[in-house]
C-alpha cells in the first residue's frame, strides 16, 4: 500500500516519476483478483489540464503510442464528453482506420450505430438488431 500526498498547490513538479534507461517496463500495475470490479488505475484532475497524456517520442515508433484490449464482451476504449464530442481523431495517413474483419459480411445482428468492415472491405452501418445499411 503506497500513499503519497503532496498538498501544496504551487509545486509544479511530478509528484511520482519514474526514469528508466533499459529496456524493461517503466511501471507494472496488477491486480491478480479475478473478481474485482474497481478500476486498476484510476486518475483524475480537478483543473483545467489533460487528465492523462501518453506521449511516444521516437519518430521511427511503429507501435501505437497507447494499447487497450479486453479479452471480455466489453468495449476496447470507451470515450465520453459530458458536454462535447465524443472522440477526436487526426492523422497525417487517416484520421481512422477499421480494421477488415475476417467474416463475409457484417454480424446477423448489431447495435444501432454498429460500423463494421467485412473481408471484401465493404463498410456496414447498423440501425438496430438485423438492420443492417452497406455504406460502400
Not at 519518430?59 to 464482451?73: D, R
Request: aromatic letters at 6%; proline letters at 3%; charged letters at 15%.
Amino acid at each position: 500500500h503506497l500513499v503519497v500526498n503532496n498538498a501544496v498547490a504551487a509545486n509544479a513538479a511530478p509528484v511520482v516519476a519514474v526514469d528508466r534507461a533499459g529496456v524493461g517496463r517503466g511501471l507494472d500495475v496488477l491486480c491478480t483478483n479475478s473478481t474485482s470490479t474497481a478500476s486498476l488505475a484510476y486518475v483524475q484532475t480537478n483543473g483545467t489540464g489533460r487528465a492523462l497524456t501518453a506521449y511516444l517520442n521516437n519518430s521511427t515508433a511503429i507501435e501505437p503510442a497507447a494499447k487497450l484490449q479486453t479479452n471480455g464482451t466489453g468495449f476496447g476504449v470507451e470515450a465520453v464528453s459530458k458536454n462535447g464530442r465524443g472522440g477526436r481523431f487526426a492523422g497525417k495517413l487517416a484520421q481512422l482506420q477499421l480494421a477488415p474483419a475476417n467474416t463475409a459480411t457484417h454480424p446477423s445482428s448489431g447495435s444501432a450505430g454498429d460500423v463494421y468492415v467485412d473481408r471484401a472491405k465493404r463498410l456496414w452501418f447498423c440501425k438496430g438488431g438485423t438492420n443492417w445499411v452497406q455504406l460502400a
